[in-house]
Structure formats: structure tokens, C-alpha cells
């Protein structure tokens, strides 16, 4: 085998990696918070297939944005069938409300996941070809109320992960009436100015100009930075929808920024989108989540006229965070006993009373790989264990066990038959 296929074999593919004990530390941490929010805000869990029909992200998502044109893990099936690995949770929650009925719910439906997604991107800090996003959807709900509501939820969760100067930018897009009437103000402020564009925003001014406020190029900036706004385009009911979100993060005093340049990467908005930022961060991928209003997205894929509202966190962003942030993550469980054995009878015995502990509910900790005792009084030291319980030849064979008291050093002789219910006094 030659070194380059070894290498290929100990490497995960390119823009993933695994996840570690250590890691699931912080991980366990952001779970166990976005789990309790997403119980008290009344959302439910969902899961679907990992892939859909590359069509489904076609249609969503649109077919003329970077996620669809460059970064989908598309495959035929050996039948034939055109399939993509989900590079976002929107579509198929949309796809999922339809196909289980939902709109006979009681409406709004509040859904929940915790998902892997797929992109073919560069990978670089924060971004990666896999990774996971927690993401809310309100469904079969119209009013201003929900989009405050998405806001509020994610803004309770990074205040409960105790994650500090994260800024909430948001923006309307207006629905398809306003935003033809933006399209068309685009491209006559565009074209004249179309040769000082970057090859990529002359295909985007011809396809889908909306992208172009995507472009993070200087010389698109500074062109972006006199463009119209989407704003002064919305028609009355969109303005007063805007209006209404605002008031309402108002009313519980967030801190919203208003960024008119801010349209989001996939084409099925309408209306309110928003994005949470990390401040400060000088590297691009300062975002850690984004959502907004999608009106016309399940009608567009065949249900009936649902209007909804959503957002996603990217776990691996915030994570990064939580890491930088040195946020204590509270007490872990730790064991009130750790067994420590010298001889094979004893290893034995040992095995039989961690059995015993842990169904008594105590919880105990063992090495049972390490011989020695100092190694294994060394292994309890680092789990800061305050009680060990030593059994050596002799306490195997008279049926009874060491209790040593790892603060004092002090040690007193116990038998096996009552040493749970005395371990179970001790602190
Ligand atoms: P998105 O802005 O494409 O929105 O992704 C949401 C978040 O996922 C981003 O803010 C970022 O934190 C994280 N993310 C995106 N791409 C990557 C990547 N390659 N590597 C690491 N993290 C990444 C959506 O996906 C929409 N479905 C959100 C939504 C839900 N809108 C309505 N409902």
C-alpha cells in the first residue's frame, strides 16, 4: 500500500472530522440548553431522511444560489433516482409538514432538530463539507408574533450558554410583490456600473440580482454600499409586518441592529430574516445563525398556502464560542467511590461490588487495566474520588474492603455485606 493511499485511510474526507469524548464536554453543554429552550417554548422534535430528492433543494433553496449551483452532495441511486445529501433543514421540514398533513394540526405547528447538513464548500475555521445545525420552524403561522418569537428563543439560548457580545442584525426582503419592484431597482442601479462588478456579481446581475448583496469582494461593497434598500421597497402590509417584529423586540428590549444589505443566501425568504453575528470576529464565518420568514415555500412545493417562520444555530460556530468563551460547564457527574483491586481474586471481587454499587445507585468509578496500587490511587486523585475502596488478597479472601479517605489518608477495614450502606453516609 503506498503512503498516499495510507493517508487517505487514517484521514477523515476532506472538511469533516470526528467528534471526541472531550468534545461532546461542550457539545453535551449546548444540547442539554437548546433541549430545555426548545421543551419550553412548546417546539416538538423532528427527523427525516438525510436526503431528499435533489429536486426538493432545487426548488427551495433556488437554483441560482451558491448552495445549489456549487455545494450539494448530489448521487443517482442505483435505480436512478437523483438524490442530495441535505445541505439545510428548511426544505425538508416544509417537505415533512406536507407529507404527514400537518396543516390538520393545530396550527401553529413548532418543530425542532438537531442535524447534520452537507455542503460541498472550501473548508476553512467555521465552515466545514459536514456539520450540524439546531434548527426551529414555526409552521401555519402569519403573524409578527412568531418571527419576535424565533428571535427571542435563540437570544434565551446564547444568554443560557452564557455567550457574550453577539449582535442581532435583521432586515426585510418584503414578500414577491415588493421585491420585483427591488429587483428592477437593482439592476437599473447595477448595470451602469456593471465592469467595475467581480466576475461573479456580472453573472449574479444577470441571473438573480438579489445575490449580489451577498458579495463580500471590497469593490462590490463600496458599489453595494449606495444601492437601494430593500426597505424603501416593501409594499403596506409588509411594512407593517416589519413594524410589528420590531415593536415586539422592543417590548423585551433586544438589541436588534438594522441591516438593510442583509438578504440571506437562499432564495425562499419572505419578509423578515435576521442573523445573529459574532462580534468582533475578523474571520468571515462570524455568523451563528440565521433564519426568517418563508410564506410561500410550502405552497411553492404543493401544500396549501402555510405561512412560517425559522431559524438555524450552527453548532460547530458556537461551540467554537463556548470553548474561546472558558465558560465553566457546571458540575459533571462525578462517582463517590473508586474501586482500586491488587490480585486477580481480587479483581474479581472488585468487579462484583462495582456491579453492586451501580445497581444500588451509587455511582463508582473503576481502572480495572492498571495492576499497581499507586497507579490507580493516582487515577482516582485526578477525578478528585474522595473514597477508595481497596481490596487486596486478604480482604478477598475474609470478605471485606478498605475504605480509604483520599483527603485525610485515614483508612478503616469495612465488611463487603455493609459497605454500600456505608458509602451511601458518606459525603
Ligand atoms: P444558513 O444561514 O444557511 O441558514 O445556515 C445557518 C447557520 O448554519 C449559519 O449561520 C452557520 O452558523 C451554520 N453554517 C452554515 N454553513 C456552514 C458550514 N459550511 N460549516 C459550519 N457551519 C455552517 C439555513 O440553513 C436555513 N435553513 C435557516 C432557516 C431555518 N431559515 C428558516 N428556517
Redesign the pocket.
Known sequence: MSAKIKQELINPPR?TTDLLPNDFLYWDYFLSVINKYAGIYGFGKIETPIMEDTDLFVRSIGETTD?VEK?MFSFATRGGDKLTLR?????S?ARAYITNGMSKWSQPVKLFYVWP?F?Y?R?QA????Q???A???ILGGGDPIFDAQIIQLCWTVFEKLKLKNIAIQINSIGDAKCRSKYRSALVDYYRPRASKLCANCRVRLAKNPLRLMDCKEEKCVLIRSSAPQTIDYLCQECHDHFKSVLEYLDEINLPYMLNPYLV???D??TKTVF??ISEGDEYR?S????????DTLIEMLGGEPTP???????????VEKIKEANISLGKKVSAKVFLVQLCDLAKKKSFKLFNDLIEAGVPAMESFGRGSIKSQLRVANRLKIKNVLIIGQKEALDNTVIIRDMESGTQEVADRAKIINIIRKKK
Open positions: 472538511g448552495i455545494e445541505p439545510e433543514g428548511t426544505a421540514v447538513m455542503r464548500e473548508p467555521g465552515r466545514r463539507r456539520f450540524n445545525q434548527g426551529f420552524e440571506r443566501g437562499l425562499y425568504y442573523e445573529f464565518q455568523s451563528l445563525g440565521g433564519g426568517g420568514r418563508y412560517a417562520v425559522g431559524v438555524a444555530l450552527g453548532i460547530e460556530r458556537i
